[in-house]
């Protein structure tokens, strides 16, 4: 939160049925910024009315302080100070969108361009927690802060259910991992969806999605996406059965065709393929920053012929579930590139408060037409 407090929503009392309302726990409770829980829990309607699908619900903080809460298919504004509704949100077609059949949910990049106003993007889900179930391809798109805000339908390329929406430096998205029938649950998964697929908002609707490299192992249940400091992406896990198993065992209920998998790959996206030149001797004037729109210096070297340039903070988020908290990225605004000069020194905007970029630690990218230097880790306050 803008505070540094943490606001802690959903869960259950003892991990077993969702569909048991007396094993659930539809509340939110506030922790202090030294981690020390409020000791409350405060019933959450939106959990409450959406049981069994109300586990890892999607949450984004607003410009304004308050938080964007989405569960199932309902979404809504909420003010956390005033525990109170500040406006229900449309419906978002389609099928279940959160855990047992969890799709993605990403904040698209803020900019004082935009206003730091919030875009959101969901997409993937399911209909029932079965290995038979069908995945959705549809994606809703809404700014929640908007004077009448609705949901701009999309589709990925293919149904998938688990999918991870990771942000990238260049303000594009990959979704991996997932499958294209079934559910979250140990052997509940089938039919692997390895391509990388890749998203980008600023295209017209209809020419947004194309299709990037694929993986050989499946990612299923328990899966994750990370962006590293050089602009790969680590991708990792998948326990899609309750025990350890190294060896699929086929006929077996629940499925034990796919195996716990300890293998961790890196994905390179496109702006990183055929080894283009990058920025380089990327050096802050304080990696100690403050979101009240105060400025810091930063040089570097950039590749010749240079045309374009753009700084970057990012928060990678905590994930689990194929969900991705707290998972923000700002592009700032800077001042002082030549085009075409090796040497360079730009004058960066902070971002105007912590509604905007909530206290904590950030990686800092400077990106050269569309391609990242090295992360810098800086802490925000």
Same mark, same amino acid.
Request: hydrophobic letters at 40%.
């Given at each position: 939160?803008?505070?540094?407090?943490?606001?802690?929503?959903?869960?259950?009392?003892?991990?077993?049925?969702?569909?048991?309302?007396?094993?659930?726990?539809?509340?939110?409770?506030?922790?202090?910024?030294?981690?020390?829980?409020?000791?409350?829990?405060?019933?959450?309607?939106?959990?409450?009315?959406?049981?069994?699908?109300?586990?890892?619900?999607?949450?984004?903080?607003?410009?304004?302080?308050?938080?964007?809460?989405?569960?199932?298919?309902?979404?809504?504004?909420?003010?956390?100070?005033?525990?109170?509704?500040?406006?229900?949100?449309?419906?978002?077609?389609?099928?279940?969108?959160?855990?047992?059949?969890?799709?993605?949910?990403?904040?698209?990049?803020?900019?004082?361009?935009?206003?730091?106003?919030?875009?959101?993007?969901?997409?993937?889900?399911?209909?029932?927690?079965?290995?038979?179930?069908?995945?959705?391809?549809?994606?809703?798109?809404?700014?929640?802060?908007?004077?009448?805000?609705?949901?701009?339908?999309?589709?990925?390329?293919?149904?998938?259910?688990?999918?991870?929406?990771?942000?990238?430096?260049?303000?594009?998205?990959?979704?991996?991992?997932?499958?294209?029938?079934?559910?979250?649950?140990?052997?509940?998964?089938?039919?692997?969806?390895?391509?990388?697929?890749?998203?980008?908002?600023?295209?017209?609707?209809?020419?947004?999605?194309?299709?990037?490299?694929?993986?050989?192992?499946?990612?299923?249940?328990?899966?994750?996406?990370?962006?590293?400091?050089?602009?790969?992406?680590?991708?990792?896990?998948?326990?899609?059965?309750?025990?350890?198993?190294?060896?699929?065992?086929?006929?077996?209920?629940?499925?034990?065709?796919?195996?716990?998998?300890?293998?961790?790959?890196?994905?390179?996206?496109?702006?990183?393929?055929? %080894?283009? +030149?990058? =920025?380089?001797?990327? #050096? /802050?004037?304080?990696?100690?920053?403050?979101?009240? *729109?105060? $400025?810091?210096?930063?040089?570097?070297?950039?590749?010749?012929?240079?045309?374009?340039?753009?700084?970057?903070?990012?928060?990678?988020?905590?994930?689990?579930?194929?969900?991705?908290?707290?998972?923000?990225?700002?592009?700032?605004?800077?001042?002082?590139?030549?085009?075409?000069?090796?040497?360079?020194?730009?004058?960066?905007?902070?971002?105007?408060?912590? %509604?905007? +970029?909530? =206290?904590?630690?950030? #990686? /800092?990218?400077?990106?050269?037409?569309?391609?990242? *230097?090295? $992360?810098?880790?800086?802490?925000?306050?």
């Amino acid at each position: 939160m803008p505070d540094g407090t943490v606001f802690v929503a959903s869960g259950s009392l003892n991990g077993l049925d969702p569909t048991v309302p007396a094993n659930n726990n539809p509340t939110y409770e506030i922790l202090n910024a030294q981690g020390i829980s409020s000791s409350q829990s405060v019933l959450l309607d939106i959990l409450d009315k959406n049981q069994p699908y109300y586990l890892y619900p999607f949450i984004h903080l607003l410009k304004d302080g308050t938080i964007f809460i989405f569960v199932s298919k309902s979404a809504e504004i909420f003010d956390v100070a005033n525990n109170a509704v500040v406006k229900t949100l449309p419906d978002l077609p389609g099928d279940y969108r959160t855990y047992p059949n969890t799709g993605g949910s990403v904040l698209l990049p803020l900019s004082k361009a935009n206003d730091w106003s919030a875009d959101i993007i969901i997409c993937g889900g399911g209909a029932y927690q079965d290995i038979s179930s069908p995945t959705d391809p549809s994606c809703g798109r809404i700014q929640p802060l908007s004077a009448n805000p609705v949901w701009e339908m999309d589709a990925m390329p293919e149904g998938r259910g688990m999918v991870e929406g990771t942000l990238l430096p260049d303000g594009t998205v990959v979704w991996l991992n997932g499958c294209n029938q079934g559910a979250q649950g140990f052997g509940l998964a089938t039919a692997p969806t390895l391509e990388a697929l890749i998203y980008n908002p600023t295209l017209p609707l209809g020419q947004r999605w194309y299709r990037g490299a694929p993986s050989t192992i499946a990612r299923l249940y328990h899966s994750v996406a990370l962006l590293l400091l050089d602009g790969t992406v680590m991708v990792a896990g998948s326990n899609p059965v309750q025990q350890p198993v190294l060896e699929p065992i086929p006929n077996q209920t629940p499925s034990e065709d796919y195996v716990t998998e300890f293998r961790v790959e890196i994905y390179t996206p496109p702006y990183l393929q055929g %080894n283009p +030149a990058r =920025p380089t001797d990327v #050096v /802050l004037s304080s990696k100690t920053l403050t979101a009240n *729109g105060s $400025g810091f210096t930063i040089t570097f070297n950039a590749p010749l012929a240079a045309k374009s340039c753009q700084v970057v903070l990012y928060h990678g988020g905590y994930v689990t579930h194929s969900l991705h908290m707290n998972h923000r990225m700002l592009f700032l605004d800077s001042s002082g590139f030549l085009a075409g000069e090796e040497m360079q020194t730009l004058s960066v905007a902070m971002p105007p408060n912590n %509604n905007v +970029a909530q =206290p904590g630690p950030y #990686v /800092l990218y400077v990106t050269v037409d569309g391609v990242p *230097g090295m $992360g810098q880790f800086v802490m925000v306050s």
